[in-house]
């Protein structure tokens, strides 16, 4: 493939994938339930609060969270806004990686290992979303081009002091910065300062590496500071996060260290390597293969150096989870951050499979033949997000109940009257079940949805006596039986409704909508009004 048919395919690679995000986020998709446990946090308190540990087990940077509660405080509930650094964070870590995937693998294999990641489906869906991913992804990205720039020579001409030493406080300064917006940012900041001292040792005087040293120190003394005021308390208050099937079969089995390759290939080939897509349990199997090829087959220069900046950050991930700090791989999210080692090195895998597959074509006809299957990929490549763009606006939402949920709050808002009652019911917490009110999704999604159209109902509020229903009563019945929380107690529920009833002067009132969401999900509207007065 000719230089300029490559550098047409990264032009147009990127424009769809930068139009795919936009798209995306312009369609604004109705709240869903990891949004909403942000969301809930944002409405509720204020700066100071949100450094304590949030509701719904929300472990997230606090710098990021205050930036949202900046925006909150400026639009409101305007999804869009508080989209609005996912967005940025997603369209320029597309730039970003363009530029760094040409950078380390000129020619085919960087448009290869681009084309993966503008097809994948992930990093654009969580630049649209109300979380810190799209971050993730960006601090992982700026911290790696900085770091190429500085220990990869372009050629024989090495950095200029003054543009070095600016790119070093680059680094640094975003990698202090990076704790507070990014939790894995330590994995990659930490291979790359080590690469940075061993550089300062090896080809400085010894006062440079000094100064490394004492920089580095006082990252970790800031990091460790960070996470004695900040995260661990989070994660204890959020300690059932280590029970949950996205977390728990993450961490490597130490203790049975027979189970550690299994565990190995099934975590690297899961969802930690969905990409272009993928799923759990050896779903992306075919990602990993290639990935490993790509390791085995490409030999740039510096070719440890390069690949210890690109896999540099998996002993950190692995020490983190072995002591149960972290998950390891378990879903796309909590690994963004190794996104540009596995598509760079899938594509450079794709291409020597490629080679692999021209060679019973004559020699001199070989590089066509590449060229040719190249194309081929490409176009499958490319009509990822063409048809990402296509299925975004025929079904512009994440979920039908997340869409019907919004509909249904926005029809309530007209219905809800001042000065009348807004009660909602749905499972009550059990000392042998979990707070469902405290912790689940769907429930969650409501709550903040209510307050983003002005009603503040009363939770689980107990019903009047006889005659003790004053004003209007709007009682919502809402229940997901998600095998993972308590079952709806139908039999509570009714002899609740009955006595509401009776406080409205018998069947005059009562059901006034009945909505199936999705699955067990189910909204009922009941309206109660006072008794007529007697005569």
């Not at 291979?191 to 400085?204: D, F, K, M, S, T």
């Not at 079940?433 to 983003?452: E, F, K, M, T, V």
């Not at 689980?460 to 079952?487: F, S």
């Not at 406080?503 to 109660?528: H, K, M, N």
Request: one cysteine or more.
């Amino acid at each position: 493939m000719t230089p300029s048919a490559v550098r047409r395919w990264g032009g147009f690679l990127l424009a769809l994938t930068v139009a795919w995000r936009l798209v995306r986020w312009g369609l604004g998709f109705p709240l869903w339930g990891d949004e909403a446990f942000v969301l809930v946090n944002l409405q509720e308190r204020g700066y100071a609060d949100l450094f304590r540990p949030l509701e719904y087990g929300q472990i997230a940077p606090f710098l990021w969270v205050w930036m949202e509660e900046t925006l909150h405080r400026i639009g409101g509930d305007s999804l869009r806004l508080l989209r609005l650094p996912a967005l940025l964070a997603g369209v320029a870590s597309a730039f970003l990686f363009h530029r760094l995937a040409f950078r380390l693998a000129p020619g085919l294999g960087g448009l290869l290992g681009f084309a993966v990641f503008a097809a994948s489906y992930y990093p654009v869906r969580h630049a649209a979303e109300i979380k810190p991913y799209s971050t993730d992804l960006l601090v992982a990205l700026v911290l790696l081009s900085l770091a190429v720039s500085l220990l990869l020579p372009v050629g024989d001409r090495p950095l200029a002091p003054r543009r070095r030493r600016n790119r070093l406080v680059a680094f640094w300064a975003v990698a202090f910065f990076g704790l507070g917006f990014s939790y894995p940012s330590p994995f990659v900041v930490a291979p790359i300062a080590l690469a940075l001292l061993v550089q300062a040792r090896r080809e400085g005087p010894p006062r440079r590496f000094l100064v490394q040293f004492v920089v580095l120190a006082l990252w970790a003394g800031a990091g460790l500071a960070l996470a004695w005021f900040h995260a661990i308390p989070h994660a204890r208050a959020a300690s059932w996060l280590r029970e949950m099937a996205m977390w728990q079969p993450t961490f490597p089995p130490v203790s049975r260290p027979w189970l550690l390759p299994e565990w190995f290939v099934r975590i690297h080939s899961g969802y930690m390597a969905a990409y272009p897509t993928g799923g759990r349990d050896f779903g992306s199997l075919a990602t990993f293969l290639l990935a490993l090829l790509g390791v085995a087959t490409w030999r740039p220069a510096h070719r440890g150096r390069v690949l210890w900046l690109l896999l540099g950050p998996l002993p950190f991930l692995f020490a983190a989870a072995a002591l149960r700090l972290y998950p390891y791989g378990g879903s796309v999210r909590v690994s963004i951050f190794l996104a540009p080692a596995t598509c760079l090195l899938t594509g450079l895998g794709l291409l020597a499979l490629l080679r692999g597959a021209a060679r019973p074509c004559r020699p001199e006809r070989r590089g066509r033949c590449v060229g040719a299957l190249a194309h081929g990929f490409l176009a499958l490549f490319a009509a990822f997000p063409v048809g990402g763009i296509v299925e975004d606006l025929r079904r512009p939402y994440k979920l039908e109940s997340d869409l019907l949920s919004q509909r249904f709050t926005a029809d309530l808002a007209a219905r809800v009257r001042p000065g009348e009652r807004l009660v909602v019911w749905t499972t009550p917490g059990a000392p042998d079940a979990p707070d469902w009110l405290a912790l689940g999704g769907s429930l969650a999604r409501l709550r903040a949805q209510l307050h983003a159209v002005g009603l503040a109902p009363e939770w689980n509020a107990p019903p009047p006596q006889r005659d003790g229903l004053e004003t209007v009563t709007w009682l919502v019945r809402y229940r997901d039986d998600d095998p993972t929380h308590a079952p709806f107690p139908e039999a509570r529920f009714a002899a609740d409704l009955e006595r509401w009833r009776e406080a409205s002067g018998g069947d005059r009132d009562g059901e006034v909508l009945r909505l199936p969401l999705q699955g067990t999900e189910e909204i009922v509207l009941y309206r109660f009004g006072p008794r007529a007065p007697r005569r």
